[in-house]
């Protein structure tokens, strides 16, 4: 997938292990707090599970959040040049998932995985992972969320 845009927008991927809760989740939070088109994101997991999980996409939904067009894909989906940030979300080092050539910025935020546990946790994960996406994180990249 090519992130390119020619434009000066922000291209950010969110990263996890499975690619079915929390990078999901900020994939879907972002793009409903950055509809203005200051950032572009996308996610990915480490190991792939191949299928978004169905607590996932009701707390999703729970919240008022559009899961449209989300689907669990790894980094190899990814041109890693493309991207200006990738935002950790696991609680370990994942540099040696990520060529050498990539140029862009790593962020780790650090998020508890809801995944296995009731749908309590997953609205626990947006919680905490809407405040990560319209709050901490346009500060850490120097641009505004609306």
């Keep these: 997938m090519n992130l390119s845009t020619g434009g000066p927008v922000k291209r950010v991927l969110f990263l996890c292990q499975g690619n079915g809760c929390r990078s999901i989740i900020a994939e879907a939070l972002a793009r409903h707090f950055w509809e203005d088109g200051a950032m572009a994101a996308c ?20 919240a008022g959040i559009s899961s449209d067009g989300l689907y669990s894909k790894g980094l190899s989906e990814f041109s890693l040049n493309d991207i200006d940030y990738i935002v950790n979300l696991t609680f370990f080092e994942v540099d040696s998932y990520l060529p050498s050539s990539f140029s ?4 780790s935020c650090p998020i ?17 992972i809407k405040r990560l996406v319209g709050e901490k994180l346009p500060k850490l990249i120097g641009t505004v969320s609306k």
């Design 112 to 128: 508890t995985d809801p995944f296995g546990r009731g749908i309590e946790s997953f609205r626990q994960t947006i919680e905490e």
């Design 43 to 62: 996610s990915a997991g480490i190991a792939p599970l191949g299928y978004i999980p169905s607590n996932t996409l009701e707390a999703l939904k729970d």
């Design 104 to 107: 862009g910025k790593l962020i």
